[in-house]
């Protein structure tokens, strides 16, 4: 292994594997929403894609969806956002229910977080314990925010996690020409990069 890669090719098993989406929220993701995101379909169609593998294979989903106190006092340094002010960052707005687009599966768990990591003060760890996952699967959104602070975390914490080229990607107001940038930086010190089709295959093996 290259002293200056961290990450290795991981064995991949669908017994202790979890898929993780990260912020595919309409906040997000929908064209709709505060954000305007007109570029995410080909997201949404790479993920319905890849999720259905995973849940053919028995990989369990979990969506862990940003979502701040209505009156605000865990938005710290997001308060000042005109969109946060609002109030669609806030418990009970319709923007942050999942992207309409997003097919779900009754098995799908939801969690909840209010920092880009989707560690940071939540219970995913003891969600990920009880399910007994060894790796971590990152989909979603986006890629220089929560799957960058959440690889990270998950690094920090020695749990391996592979995000999912093609299902995941930057929000709309992130320059969009320095995804590959991100990933690279992500591939080369803290997770895998793959792509959806060879995590399926390598999950299949």
């Known amino acids: 292994m290259s002293e200056r890669r961290v990450a290795r090719q991981l064995e991949l098993d669908p017994s202790d594997c979890v898929v993780l989406v990260l912020d595919a929220q309409a906040l997000f993701m929908s064209p709709d929403g505060p954000f305007q995101n007109q570029s995410a379909e080909p997201l949404v169609v790479e993920l319905n894609t890849f999720l259905r593998g995973c ?3 028995g990989v369990p ?12 006092s865990d938005a710290g340094l997001l308060r000042d956002l005109s969109s946060v002010a609002a109030g669609h960052w806030s418990a009970g707005s319709r923007w942050l229910d999942l992207d309409g687009r997003i097919e779900r599966a009754q098995s799908d768990i939801e969690v909840f977080h209010h920092r880009p990591s989707g560690f940071f003060g939540t219970d995913l760890e003891a969600v990920l314990d009880e399910m007994g996952a060894c790796t971590l699967l990152l989909a979603g959104l986006s890629v220089n925010n929560a799957i960058s602070a959440t690889a990270r975390d998950a690094f920090a914490r020695d749990i391996p996690a592979i995000v999912v080229r093609g299902c995941v990607g930057a929000a709309a107001f992130e320059p969009a020409d320095q995804l590959e940038t991100y990933l690279t930086v992500l591939d080369t010190w803290t997770s895998e990069v793959v792509s959806g089709e060879d ?5 299949r093996a």
């Open 61 to 72: 989903v979990v969506f862990s969806n940003y979502r701040l106190r209505a009156d605000l």
């Open 199 to 203: 995590v399926l295959a390598r999950l």
């Open 55 to 57: 849940r053919t294979l």
